[in-house]
């Protein structure tokens, strides 16, 4: 059978997005009614990580045990890939050994060609250019508390960034407008704004953003990679900070998400997690079910590698 990958939400179909969705939701379900659901025994994950990470090992090595698998934690320093082999030999070795792998790294051209040479399937846990985990966590949850998403307005304050790029791919796959704001010079992928076309609306203003939008989303102004810049980027997002007062515009039903680590003060006011509004908390915990999800869907028992 040929080998499906998760570098994109774009590797899936919208019906497959959706039932994603459903299946982590019964998963949580499971899990806080105390099942035992072990459809992944005896299967490895291995986990590589050029940048460091909280939530993503955390959820990612949880939900393995969690379905009755294991994880290996690996970082550049651990392997060869740090002394330089190639990241093709890498993929050719380790997926004769591995039922799956995840990495979180900078470049999304690693993801791409390690997956090209990887007899298992490969996820991207978070890159440059994308991350599409977080966005079924963050649909999962307005799903969770709202419904379906199909036909809101979504909106994304700051950064054109990984995050920004997922949203724009989010808005194709499950059917929502995308308001972007982000300072000139900022903006996100031109050729997946393209892709979007109408879906996306990219504005300056974020008050115009927000007005009457269901969910509103923002992220750090310096991402890892770019903390020297952290300083022109203060001077450049300033007036792009998501407050209490900014969600007022929204609609009344509106939910705040942020995939985390926040810096109060600066994206975000230092009460913004602590309104009502705000479902952060319930979105990091998401990752835990929409990855199980996932995990199970790409790994499934009778998954057999191709010789």
């Not at 997690?273 to 028992?301: G, I």
Request: aromatic share 6%.
């Amino acid at each position: 059978m040929s080998v499906r990958h998760f570098l994109s939400l774009m590797d899936c179909t919208p019906a497959e997005l959706n039932g994603l969705l459903r299946r982590a939701i019964e998963l949580k379900d499971l899990r806080n009614r105390g099942i035992l659901y072990e459809p992944l025994k005896n299967r490895v994950l291995g986990m590589i990580f050029e940048k460091a990470s909280t939530r993503t090992r955390v959820s990612f090595e949880a939900g393995m045990i969690q379905l009755g698998g294991q994880s290996l934690f690996l970082s550049p320093r651990d392997t060869q890939l740090g002394r330089g082999e190639p990241i093709s030999d890498t993929a050719i070795v380790m997926s004769r050994m591995l039922d799956a792998i995840m990495i979180r790294t900078y470049a999304h051209g690693t993801l791409t060609n390690f997956a090209a040479h990887s007899q298992v399937p490969v996820i991207n846990g978070l890159s440059d250019e994308l991350h599409p985990c977080q966005l079924l966590a963050d649909m999962q949850t307005y799903l969770e508390q709202r419904g379906s998403i199909a036909g809101k307005t979504v909106a994304w304050i700051g950064d054109g960034n990984n995050m920004c790029n997922s949203y724009i791919e989010a808005a194709i796959q499950f059917d929502f407008q995308l308001r972007i704001a982000c300072p000139e010079g900022y903006e996100p992928s031109a050729e997946l704004l393209a892709k979007a076309g109408d879906r996306v609306t990219l504005l300056r203003d974020p008050r115009a953003a927000v007005a009457g939008a269901h969910l509103v989303s923002t992220d750090v102004w310096a991402s890892m990679g770019h903390e020297e810049e952290a300083q022109a980027r203060l001077a450049s997002f300033k007036g792009y900070q998501v407050s209490r007062a900014l969600l007022d515009l929204a609609d009344p039903g509106v939910i705040f998400l942020h995939c985390l680590p926040a810096h109060r003060g600066e994206e975000i006011s230092h009460d913004l997690l602590d309104d009502p509004r705000s479902l952060a908390w319930d979105q990091a915990e998401n990752r835990l079910h929409a990855q199980k999800a996932l995990l199970e869907f790409l790994v499934a028992p009778g998954y057999t590698k191709n010789a």
